[in-house]
């Protein structure tokens, strides 16, 4: 076994745990992150769309308007803490990437997309994110890290953490090099989620988790979960994740995922399930659509129905839409001229679907759809008739991106045990961690934005060690010099007595 000493070593080097090891190094802690991957390392922060929000809100705006955004979605189920700490930090954690050479563009229309990664991620190809958003951001802190002293080892993956007196005081890890003994004064899990373990998945998100799509790197296998839920941790908002609606196709396609989303068509028409009858609020928007189509009994048997009218205009939504890139990419739309042709097209019953969506354009026509079973939203999304030639559908799966839950902690990243006690050294960021996104019991699933949170609670976990830090070095050459005074002391004696008795008694901010 080797065994190593570091100050702080981090579990992962996505943008939570780069980011924490650089602001560590800045303020002269060393860190040594671990990372799984090799050189070159997939993780999703390589694979993010880029998009840096908080809520949909702009990260320049006004942090009051910013809070108001993320209750908005959270309700009371994000602890008060996190919400503004999230709030209050993110303008000037931008600003701090910023300084570390990342840069940002405006992309699309959406004010939300002020502050994309830059270059922007290209709108085709499986490798779209190469030399640009994630990929460039990754590079960037990484020669940050390595500039100011701290490493990452590829190839060593954290299996348990060292406890001592229920403290961490270190890890052991596996590595191409053999296993590693790891020794450190704080360890931080930064790894990513837990959204490629079927075994958790399966406990937690869907009967079924190997008919989702896994809609990201594949590296996120929940063992920051396991190991905080070993040391003592309490564990948030599991149930949940951050992901969309995709093709079906894009289970064996990989030129449909992770774009195009078919959320737009879904939060404009309606989904319905093998017995052609609606099962979900389609007006909740892509994200909860695709968490109720992942709790089905058999995630591969949702499709959307809608009209020409959707495909020209919903379809048409975001930056790589699903009209016409479902197509040209080798995914299935079904259409035909009237309802009962698309029903046996998809093997539907037709007769069930004509009165589904019957009851549907009722509905729409008389503004009741919040009386249809299950109810129909419409703040956020407009219900559009299903009644322009051709009609069309989409089998559907659920593309799921990361987990939203995870290990609990405080504002300053401490990871918290069952009774809400911080355990001593031990933290995590990033989604590793829950608590802010997911919405606890509301309908709808609270999308916050991963990368976000990811920087702000790295740096508050980087800072909270490094001032603890500051505060333990500044105590421990007090009783050195301390020690120093009692040595001069005892070979002076008894000359110097008096003066022991004044080092000892003074208040600190006199030494
Ligand atoms: C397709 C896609 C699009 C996205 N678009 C956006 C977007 O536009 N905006 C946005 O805010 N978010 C977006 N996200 C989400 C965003 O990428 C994540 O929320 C964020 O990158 C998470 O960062 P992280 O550091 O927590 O995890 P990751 O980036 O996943 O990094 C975790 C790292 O830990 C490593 N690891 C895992 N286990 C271990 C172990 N035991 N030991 C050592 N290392 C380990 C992994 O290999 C990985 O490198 C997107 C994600 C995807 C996949």
């Known amino acids: 076994m080797n065994s190593i000493h570091t100050d702080v070593v981090v579990v992962g080097a996505g943008i939570a745990g780069l980011t924490t090891a650089v602001r560590l190094s800045e303020q002269g802690v060393t860190a040594l992150v671990l990372e799984r991957g090799e050189q070159g390392y997939m993780c999703n922060t390589r694979m993010a769309g880029g998009a840096f929000h908080v809520a949909h809100q702009d990260v320049a705006d006004d942090s009051q308007l910013i809070l108001r955004a993320i209750t908005s979605r959270t309700g009371d189920s994000a602890p008060a803490e996190l919400v503004e700490a999230l709030a209050s930090d993110i303008g000037e954690a931008t600003q701090w990437l910023k300084r570390q050479g990342v840069r940002f563009i405006k992309v699309g229309h959406e004010s939300y997309r002020k502050h994309t990664l830059a270059p922007p991620i290209a709108t085709r190809g499986r490798e779209y994110w190469l030399g640009r958003g994630g990929d460039v951001?990754?590079?960037t802190l990484t020669g940050a890290l390595e500039k100011q002293g701290g490493r990452i080892l590829h190839g060593a993956r954290a299996t348990r953490l060292t406890m001592r007196d229920s403290a961490c005081v270190g890890l052991v890890a596996e590595s191409t090099r053999g296993p590693m003994d790891i020794d450190a004064r704080a360890v931080v899990?930064?790894?990513?989620?837990?959204?490629?373990?079927?075994?958790l998945l399966r406990e937690f998100i869907s009967p079924a988790p190997e008919k989702l799509k896994q809609r990201n790197a594949q590296t996120g296998y929940g063992d920051g979960l396991r190991m905080a839920r070993e040391a003592g941790a309490k564990l948030v908002g599991l149930n949940r994740f951050y992901g969309h609606v995709l093709a079906q196709d894009a289970m064996h396609n990989d030129d449909l995922w992770p774009f195009p989303m078919m959320d737009f068509l879904?939060?404009?028409?309606?989904?319905?399930d093998q017995s052609a009858k609606r099962f979900a609020n389609e007006g909740l928007g892509g994200?909860?659509?695709?968490?109720?189509?992942?709790?089905?009994?058999?995630?591969?048997?949702?499709t959307v129905i809608f009209d020409a009218d959707i495909w020209n205009g919903p379809g048409r939504e975001?930056?790589?839409?699903a009209n016409p890139t479902l197509v040209s990419s080798g995914g299935t739309l079904y259409s035909a001229a009237d309802l009962a042709g698309l029903a046996s097209q998809v093997g539907l019953a037709a007769d069930t679907l004509l009165q589904t969506v019957a009851q549907y354009n009722a509905a729409v026509d008389g503004g009741s759809t919040g009386n249809l079973e299950p109810t129909r939203s419409t703040d956020g999304y407009r219900a559009w008739p299903i009644r322009k030639a051709p009609f069309y559908a989409v089998k559907l799966c659920a593309g799921?991106?990361?987990?939203?839950?995870?290990i609990a902690i405080d504002a300053d990243g401490r990871v918290l045990d069952t009774a809400n006690r911080p355990i001593a050294n031990l933290y995590a960021a990033g989604c590793a961690t829950g608590g802010i996104?997911?919405?606890?019991?509301?309908?709808?699933?609270?999308?916050?934005?991963?990368?976000s949170r990811s920087t702000v609670f790295g740096l508050r976990a980087a800072n909270a060690?490094?001032?603890r830090w500051s505060r333990r070095e500044a105590s421990a050459s007090d009783r050195q010099s301390m020690y120093r005074t009692l040595w001069r002391i005892c070979v002076t004696a008894p000359v110097s007595l008096p003066i022991v008795e004044y080092h000892l008694c003074k208040p600190k901010s006199n030494r």
Request: glycine share 16%.
């Open 318 to 321: 975001y930056l790589i839409s």
């Open 189 to 199: 899990i930064c790894d990513g989620g837990f959204h490629s373990n079927l075994e």
């Open 437 to 451: 996104e997911g919405g606890g019991d509301r309908e709808q699933v609270a999308y916050i934005g991963g990368l």
């Open 400 to 406: 799921i991106t990361y987990t939203m839950g995870g």
């Open 287 to 302: 994200v909860t659509i695709a968490n109720t189509i992942a709790a089905q009994t058999d995630p591969l048997g949702a």
């Open 465 to 467: 060690i490094a001032s």
């Open 137 to 139: 951001l990754l590079r």
């Open 266 to 272: 879904c939060a404009a028409g309606i989904v319905v």
